[in-house]
């Protein structure tokens, strides 16, 4: 029953953020009582409001895991959280307005791992090294995937074909974002090019492939599970050590590049941000709180269903997972720039 509450506060709020542009909520219109264990008002805090600001669009997978968190942190907290998406430049529009906000623990970064590599790449001189990590919520699985009615049936066709000369288009979330860093990796391992054609969400990328506007795309589990069962997408393979068990037909990477091995296990990563200098009692306030409804059997169920490995790293934890990414990624881009 809490899961069925949770997953129609969910799509409640993406249908309402679809219908109006930059407006966003987890649904409630009434202040959350503080249940009886809430992480209540120290040292002043929480405020009446904190805003969560996610990085990339309304229904997209980032989003996907946010709301539903949000609406189970606010009720531990006793306070609103209200969602916002600022999309734009591989999250850097958000992740900049967030930073420009006070260090107060009212206003929240909600993304994915993009942030990482916004100085290496030159998108932004501000990383998650400019904020505090609340909550690393988990990292997944991801593949190549192409439209029903491609001509390609393998990662090889596609690479060979890219080698050849034909123009083969990547649906791309932009530089810095999940299908770039991936076909950084292709091109590291294959020397394959793509014409990248830049989308402002996986989901709105998903669309691109099944319209046929473009040839293939980056997906994780979560965004192209159902299409794999409906047949609307071919997956030619995971980038994983070992099969993904509800999609045991689709190769691994390895079986037609073993040089991608060195770069496994990788895949992109979510997390709950507060802004460089916020008081550590503010932070674990929401750490505590956020890893609460982390913790929650709703929310892990959620998890599962996304197929999100779930990681829940708070602290210095988080931190070496992060540091530890961008050493791994860096490498890579190294390689082919």
């Known amino acids: 029953m809490k899961l069925r509450k949770l997953l129609a506060g969910l799509l409640a709020a993406v249908l309402a953020c679809s219908l109006l542009a930059g407006c966003s909520g987890t649904g409630h219109e009434d202040e959350p009582s503080a249940a009886e264990g809430s992480i209540g008002n120290v040292i002043g805090y929480p405020p009446k409001e904190i805003n969560g600001v996610i990085q990339w669009g309304a229904?997209?997978?980032?989003?996907?895991?946010?709301?539903?968190?949000?609406?189970?942190?606010?009720d531990i907290l006793g306070t609103n959280i209200i969602l916002t998406n600022k999309t734009g430049e591989t999250g850097s529009v958000a992740t900049r307005y967030v930073h420009d906000q006070e260090a107060d623990g009212a206003t929240l970064l909600m993304g994915a791992e993009n942030p990482v590599l916004y100085d290496t790449l030159g998108i932004s001189d501000l990383t998650y090294d400019n904020f505090e990590c609340v909550l690393l919520i988990g990292d997944e699985t991801t593949g190549v995937v192409v439209g029903k009615d491609s001509p390609y049936s393998s990662l090889t066709q596609l690479v060979d074909a890219a080698k050849a000369g034909t123009e083969v288009a990547l649906a791309t979330t932009g530089t810095g974002g999940l299908p770039w860093e991936v076909a950084a990796m292709l091109k590291a391992v294959t020397g394959a090019e793509f014409t990248q054609v830049p989308y402002d969400s996986d989901a709105s990328a998903k669309a691109a492939v099944l319209s046929g506007e473009c040839d293939f795309t980056i997906s994780k589990v979560q965004m192209g599970y159902q299409e794999y069962k409906s047949g609307d997408y071919k997956w030619l393979c995971v980038l994983a050590k070992e099969p993904v068990e509800l999609m045991s037909d689709v190769p691994l990477i390895t079986a037609e590049y073993p040089d991608f091995e060195k770069y496994l296990p990788w895949g992109p990563f979510y997390g709950v941000f507060v802004k460089e200098g916020t008081d550590p009692e503010v932070v674990k306030i929401l750490a505590d709180a956020f890893s609460k409804a982390y913790g929650d059997s709703s929310y892990q169920t959620m998890l599962g269903y996304f197929y999100i490995n779930p990681l829940g790293y708070t602290g210095d934890a988080a931190e070496e997972y992060i540091a530890t990414w961008r050493t791994n990624t860096t490498d890579i881009l190294t390689k082919v720039n």
């Open 59 to 74: 229904g997209g997978g980032t989003d996907s895991l946010m709301r539903p968190l949000s609406i189970l942190a606010q």
